[in-house]
């Protein structure tokens, strides 16, 4: 597999495919306090592509035994990250900043749920823009004059019971928005594991087997009927999409129920081969008509 320094792609066993946006925004922390939170949140950036952390004025050493604890694979971006002195400085470069916040400020801006925001900054970063996303202190957030140098709020939608975020909670719903505005992979997938999708012929193979069980037990006796039920039944089987090995197992269950272990089921025969096919259903239908 090739990768691209752009855009690299990752494919574990079992997970989606996703690729990590080329240009991603940068997230900011004014002011934080605790070590674990800015540990935490250089995992939710990693979990999500994000890899450029910029620290005004922290509270704390970003690489004590506690943050580096908590980054649990982010370590790399508490390494790498940018310190500040003031907010001005930390989005100084950027061409296009979004504040994180719960509350309106009477300021006349556009507003964006994180996932709205997510699109947006998607336009802007394709454009190639420097995006930045900030988030305020732990007790009390962003201050007005802050807000008022951002371009947009972000708001997270929550329980109006109590719709209080963690630091590193606000920073992995936004960056997981951010994430999935670009991905275009399946929405759904199987995984396979050691087997496949059975074949046609796997398929038509256990229709006849099992029809064949179920015409020796009395189930389809009735010549009118049959032909229905036999539809209904494979397009039962059909709408399953069986594996090779659920093919298997199937026929080892019909199999059981021929031979099972109890006293009333024929003997089992080693070495005998399956009884003949059956001929097709229109033609045994056709048969007995006949013999009516």
Request: hydrophobic share 40%; glycine share 6%; aromatic share 6%.
């Amino acid at each position: 597999m090739t990768r691209s320094p752009a855009a690299p792609l990752h494919q574990d066993k079992g997970r989606l495919i996703a690729k990590v946006a080329a240009n991603s925004p940068c997230v900011i922390l004014v002011e934080p306090r605790l070590a674990e939170n800015i540990g935490t949140t250089s995992r939710a950036m990693r979990n999500c592509g994000l890899t450029d952390m910029r620290l005004v004025d922290p509270k704390v050493d970003w690489l004590n035994d506690k943050a580096l604890a908590a980054a649990s694979g982010g370590e790399k971006i508490l390494e790498r990250a940018q310190k500040f002195d003031t907010f001005a400085d930390a989005i100084a470069d950027l061409e296009r900043v979004y504040a994180t916040t719960a509350r309106r400020r009477e300021m006349v801006k556009p507003i964006f749920t994180a996932k709205g925001a997510a699109i947006d900054m998607r336009g802007h970063a394709d454009a190639g823009k420097k995006i930045g996303i900030v988030f305020g202190r732990e007790r009390h957030g962003l201050t007005s004059e802050e807000v008022a140098h951002c371009d947009a709020i972000v708001e997270i939608p929550m329980n109006p019971e109590h719709s209080s975020l963690n630091l590193a909670q606000a920073v992995l719903v936004v960056a997981y928005e951010w994430f999935q505005a670009g991905y275009d992979g399946p929405q759904a997938a199987i995984t396979y594991n050691r087997t496949q999708p059975a074949a046609k012929k796997d398929i038509m193979d256990l229709f006849v087997h099992l029809e064949r069980e179920l015409i020796e037990c009395g189930f389809l006796r009735d010549p009118e009927r049959n032909e229905l039920m036999v539809i209904n039944i494979r397009n039962m089987l059909q709408r399953a999409e069986l594996t090779e090995q659920e093919v298997r197992t199937f026929h080892g269950i019909i199999k059981e129920l021929r031979y099972g272990r109890r006293d009333d089921r024929p003997p089992r025969q080693p070495g005998v081969k399956p009884e003949a096919a059956p001929k097709p259903l229109k033609e045994r239908v056709k048969s007995d008509k006949s013999a009516d």
